[in-house]
């Protein structure tokens, strides 16, 4: 009874801590702060308890991946500079 107890108080605290971690990852998108850290970190615990969380938390990951590869590619592609003038030296 008391190993059935102490498991409902911390899957519990994982709900409760999940949840305020999400609201305050959510102010911070408006005020300073690493809002999107925060976000994630509150997923990752409610996603140990609820599906949906699991879920949501896949769906960011793939559509980070993406936007990622895309960014990627654009930087990859961007002409290279001269060495020369990288160095500031110029040839005569």
Known sequence: M????VEQVR???RIIGGFTLLL???VMLITP?????VIFLG???LAAEFVWARRLMDRIKREGERVRKVVWRTTKNAPAKDPA???GTTEL
């Open 11 to 13: 899957r519990l605290s």
């Open 24 to 26: 305050i990852g959510v």
């Open 43 to 45: 997923l990752g615990l």
């Open 85 to 87: 003038e990288s160095n």
């Open 33 to 37: 702060g690493p809002g999107w850290l």
């Open 2 to 5: 008391i190993l059935r107890t």
